[in-house]
């Protein structure tokens, strides 16, 4: 069982308030959910680092978390209602709808003359499916999740069309 955190920042304790919040006690595996390593996570929580504004931005963005909260305290941790994620404390990802955006990331990409690395495709696929959370009412009813791929396709074509007619965008065909 992993042990509490103990923060030696006001920062980092709110750091860890806005996780338990969104219903993940493993700082682990909510490490993993953003994609980053569990223990530079641990480092923001502790306060032993400081976290870069990519990170601010991205808690901003996926969680609604009001960063004038996150750094002085003040106000609501949230920016109003508006974060679904924050209000379903047990919230998981579905597997099989994670595993249907995997494989329209590698079918368009696919289409695309694109090759991705491992890491690449993982990311992608993550984007994609918290894109697709975002656009959902209610983001833990698979038949609406489901029912948005056909809106999540068109969005991922028109993306990668417009990377790939981009120099310096990354995406070069394969």
């Not at 306060?47 to 960063?67: H, I, T, W």
């Not at 990409?109 to 959370?133: C, F, M, R, T």
């Not at 038949?143 to 981009?166: G, H, I, N």
């Amino acid at each position: 069982m992993a042990r509490k955190t103990v923060s030696k920042t006001p920062f980092g304790q709110r750091l860890t308030q806005v996780r338990e919040a969104l219903g993940f006690k493993e700082r682990a595996t909510f490490a993993l959910m953003l994609l980053m390593n569990p223990e530079t996570l641990g480092g923001y929580e502790r306060g032993d680092s400081a976290p870069d504004l990519q990170f601010l931005e991205m808690y901003k963005q996926r969680f609604s978390v009001n960063l004038n909260w996150l750094f002085s305290g003040d106000g609501e941790m949230f920016n109003g209602a508006s974060s679904t994620l924050a209000r379903s404390p047990a919230y998981q990802i579905d597997k099989e709808v994670f595993k249907q955006v995997g494989r329209l990331v590698l079918q368009l990409h696919k289409e695309e003359g694109i090759k991705l690395p491992p890491d690449a495709v993982l990311e992608a696929q993550s984007n994609a499916y918290n894109d697709l959370l975002a656009r959902a009412e209610d983001p833990a009813d698979n038949a609406e999740l489901m029912s948005l791929l056909p809106w999540l396709e068109t969005r991922l074509r028109k993306a990668l069309k417009a990377a790939v007619s981009e120099p310096g965008t990354g995406k070069r065909l394969a």
